[in-house]
Every structure is written in C-alpha cells, then in structure tokens.
C-alpha cells in the first residue's frame, strides 16, 4: 500500500483565556493521488487548497477545536466541497471561532476510508475535551494533533484541559500503539511511538 502524507505549515495565531500566542501548524494532507483526507484547517486555506491539487477532498478532519486548528474549516469545505469533522467534545471552542456553524461528528474508534485504507480515530481527551488523534495502522503512521509532541504530552494550562486526562490517554491509547509508529503532530518536528513510550515517568513527575 502506497499512501502519500503531505505536509503544509502555515502561521497565525492561537488565542485562548484572553491570551494570543503566534503559531506555526502543521497540516497534513492523507490520501493518493485521486482523494485526499486534510486534517486541520489551519490559518489560511490558499496553501491547504494548493496541496489538494484538484484530488476528491473525503473529509476535513479538526483534531480538536482551538482556533488555530480549525481557522479555515467551513472556507475549506466550502470550496472543496467536503465534510467537517470534529469530535463534540470540542463543540463549545468550536462555537468561539465558528459560532453557529454546523459540523459533521468525529467519534472515537470511526473509520474514515480514503486511498484503499481507513483512517482509524483515537479520541484522546485532554488537551481539549474532543482531540482525537488519526491512526493510519496499514501506513504505521499517526497523527497526534496536539495531544503528543516530540518532549512530551501537549499543553493543559488553559480552559477545557486536563494533565490527568491527556496522560490517561496518551497512556492507554497512544504509548500502546506499535514502537515504530511514526508521530506526525500539530506543530513542530515528529517524533515515533518508541521514542517518546520511556518517558512516560518522566511527564508525570512533571505534572503539566
């Protein structure tokens, strides 16, 4: 099986409990050469829309709901023709950038098919009460979304998120996955399953 991972980054900013924070994220294009699954819609919808390149957009897949992961979700569906998809969990962030809007489900262990595969959903809960995260097991491949970074879990200083909840599910459903699995997250570099799994200990003595 030959499936091809894209990758667009794209700047702006993430705002949340009053603060503003200027971001790069990482948006990942899923599919082959016909139909493509986009997960996240950051920022600006040009560079995402270039990288489809006229291929059958199957869904547009938030990984959670903060501002800059689903900035341009209803921009791309419209001119894409293609489903949102988000977990509910998430709805109430959801409504503070895209009030009213609707949006398709993402539920935990869904199956999104695309390229002679199928996207498997993880909800991992945390960061946010709906991320999930996108598990390509044929590929060997996931996509975290902002629950596991290179270093560690993704943040849970703010509104909505829980250190104890993102390490139950980093825990219990991502560290479980196959050692090389390869991590491919929200912003920055990846990093694999393996890599990350001995540290476990190491973020709960953190404890953030």
Not at 39 to 63: L, Q, S
Not at 112 to 119: D, H, K, Q, R, S
Request: charge should be negative; aromatic fraction near 4%.
């Amino acid at each position: 099986m030959s499936l091809r991972v894209d990758r667009v980054v794209t700047s702006g900013t993430f705002e949340l409990d009053g603060g503003s924070w200027a971001v790069d994220n990482n948006i990942w294009l899923v599919g082959d050469d016909s139909e493509v699954v986009i997960i996240d819609a950051a920022h600006t919808a040009a560079p995402i829309v270039e990288a489809v390149a006229g291929r059958r957009v199957v869904a547009v897949v938030c990984t959670h709901g903060h501002n800059d992961h689903v900035t341009v979700a209803p921009e791309l569906s419209a001119t894409l023709d293609a489903p949102i998809l988000l977990h509910p969990g998430d709805d109430v962030l959801w409504e503070r950038t895209h009030a009213g809007v609707k949006h398709g489900l993402l539920d935990h262990e869904q199956r999104i098919p695309v390229a002679g595969t199928e996207l498997q959903v993880i909800h991992t809960p945390g960061h946010s009460p709906g991320s999930a995260c996108l598990y390509a097991p044929e590929a060997g491949v996931l996509f975290s979304g902002d629950t596991l970074f290179s270093g560690g879990p993704g943040a849970t200083g703010r509104s909505f998120s829980s250190f104890p909840t993102i390490i139950e599910s980093i825990r219990e459903r991502v560290l479980t996955l196959p050692e090389d699995t390869a991590v491919h997250t929200g912003h920055g570099d990846g990093t694999t399953v393996g890599t990350e799994a001995p540290h476990l200990a190491e973020w709960l003595a953190r404890g953030h």
